[in-house]
């Protein structure tokens, strides 16, 4: 009787790299660098906002973390999304894509793995995030509690398609150094868009000038094309409600995942149409 070998499914393929990525990722001390680097930020956030209940008289009536969550998420965002972007570009440039295409493995699941590994650092980071919050209590005892932690929510989600992006941006390139500047040249890009947008948007027309007003006709008009297609969008949807304490609409996490699924599958089609080399 003849024993033929069958390789495994997409599934079980994506599953085995994510562990393989996984592993590597949690021995590597940029984990906990950046872990403690979150911690950080919400210490010497804290330590500010407590000096100013010393200095001034300030009533709270928000959520005193809102903006500390909408920060985190988004220098997270950031970082994962430059750290797959330079992931499949360095299986390129050291020509290891073609020894797990020859495996056989599937262009969707080399992909499929990366992001997943980077999607559950995510979740780890976010985690030890919120832990911390719990535990030191930066803010003082009785600001932060298990409500107040919890607020992050959906935030995570709005991170996605950043780390698709960046993702996309690998599957483009064909060397880390090419792949990290697509990145951040699209990142910063959106960035400012975003920036200038609400800037514009924030002031009253009669104190605009010919020009400004002329700018903000023209960025509004593209906006709506340029936001549901931008990653750095769905990262100023964090910030959207905080001045009035709005809760993040629903409608909007939908759009970030979406934009992840798209981006994912544009991935995809670029890596095949770019092959291992």
């Known amino acids: 009787m003849s024993h033929q070998l069958r390789p495994p499914g997409l599934v079980a393929t994506t599953l085995l790299l994510t562990s393989r990525e996984i592993s590597a990722r949690l021995l590597s001390p940029w ?3 950046v872990a403690s680097l979150i911690c950080l930020i919400a210490f010497f956030y804290g330590g500010g ?5 010393e200095t001034e008289s300030v009533l709270v009536t928000t959520d005193p973390l809102a903006v500390l969550n ?3 998420v988004s220098v997270l965002a950031a970082v994962l999304g430059l750290r797959l972007a330079a992931s499949l570009a360095w299986e390129r440039e050291h020509h290891t894509m073609e020894v797990l295409l020859v495996g056989p493995v599937p262009h969707e699941a080399i992909l499929l793995s990366k992001f997943c590994a980077e999607l559950l650092l995510l979740l780890l ?5 919120a832990a911390y919050l719990l535990v030191a209590q930066p803010l003082g005892a009785g600001v932060v509690g ?6 992050i929510g959906r935030m995570p989600l709005h991170a996605l398609p950043l780390l698709a992006l960046g993702l996309l941006a690998s599957a483009w390139a064909r060397s880390v150094r090419g792949a990290v500047v697509a990145y951040l040249a699209g990142l910063v890009l959106l960035g400012l868009f975003e920036i200038v947008l609400g800037m514009l948007m924030a002031r009253q027309p009669q104190e605009l000038s010919l020009a400004a007003a002329y700018l903000r ?6 906006s709506t094309v340029v936001d549901p297609l931008s990653a750095a969008a769905r990262l100023a949807d964090l910030t959207e409600g905080l001045t009035g304490q709005t809760p993040l609409a629903a409608s909007r996490t939908l759009m970030a995942l979406g934009l992840a699924f798209v981006t994912l599958a544009l991935a995809a089609v670029v890596s095949r149409a770019r092959g291992p080399v």
């Open 217 to 222: 006709g023209i960025l509004s008009a593209a």
């Open 49 to 53: 906002f407590l000096r100013g209940f």
């Open 146 to 151: 298990p409500a107040d932690a919890a607020a």
């Open 70 to 72: 909408a920060v985190v």
């Open 31 to 33: 984990l906990y660098v």
């Open 125 to 129: 980071l976010v985690a030890v995030y």
